[in-house]
């Protein structure tokens, strides 16, 4: 059975699926640590970005609370510093202003969309916080080709739990499960999520590292280009 044949809703990650994070990432954490005039290398940037993504693995397992996330990152960071610091909230503030205006889309990711936005109407699904999301979507020009954002933040609820699809279908209208795909890079917020919102999954693989089959994907690509040509010919 085709599961793309009926698909008419295309939910797409946002960060490292269509918006390159790294950069912003690390664009926001050393005008950050220049700003407060902290110390910056890449070695303290690559502790900070391992931390930060563990915190959110653990966001996505419901272990912590987004709020305390985007404080403790900062607080595990600085606890070794024999200086002086501003308090995480912030760092934290400045931290989100600055990453709010770095919109830099990943290669292709411009194309993808004004292809998808023919055929599909397109949701971005983020677990970023709103200020963020929302200030780098608009930077990053994609906006004209997405017919609604769903974050997180305002949501109430994160990938991969059923309530932020639930709100999703919601809004939409449409609670035709066949109808929906969700594209995303995270195998533990995307395709799970997808799973447990019962609609198909593919997930963009740019470094090939999961083997298929998967319990969680039903499709994978590699390229950006490689899913706007499995969409765009069923």
């Known amino acids: 059975m085709n599961k793309l044949k009926n698909i008419k809703y295309i939910f797409l990650d946002s960060d490292q699926t269509l918006l390159d994070f790294s950069y912003a990432e690390k664009f926001a954490f050393k005008s950050t640590m220049q700003k407060f005039n902290l110390p910056f290398d890449e070695g303290f940037y690559n502790r900070f970005s391992q931390e930060n993504i563990r915190l959110w693995k653990c966001l996505e397992r419901g272990e912590i609370e987004k709020s305390r996330l985007m404080t403790l990152r900062f607080e595990n960071l600085m606890k070794n510093l024999l200086i002086e610091a501003p308090p995480p909230e912030v760092i934290n503030q400045t931290y989100l202003s600055f990453l709010s205006t770095c919109g830099k889309t990943l ?43 769903f974050i997180s933040d305002i949501i109430g609820y994160n990938k991969p739990k059923q309530e932020f699809f639930d709100y999703c279908f919601r809004k939409i209208g449409d609670y035709d499960k066949s109808r929906y795909i969700i594209f995303g890079d995270s195998l533990s917020a995307d395709m799970e999520g997808g799973r447990n919102a019962g609609i198909t999954t593919c997930l963009y693989d740019p470094e090939d590292k999961t083997k298929m089959p998967n319990e969680y994907c039903d499709y994978k690509v590699s390229f950006l280009a490689a899913f706007e040509k499995m969409m765009c010919n069923i």
Do not use: H, M, W
């Open 107 to 149: 290669a292709g990711a411009e194309q993808l969309c004004s292809a998808l936005a023919k055929k599909f109407k397109l949701y971005i699904t983020t677990n970023g916080t709103a200020i963020a999301q929302s200030g780098r979507l608009k930077d990053s020009g994609l906006l004209p080709f997405i017919d609604d954002v």
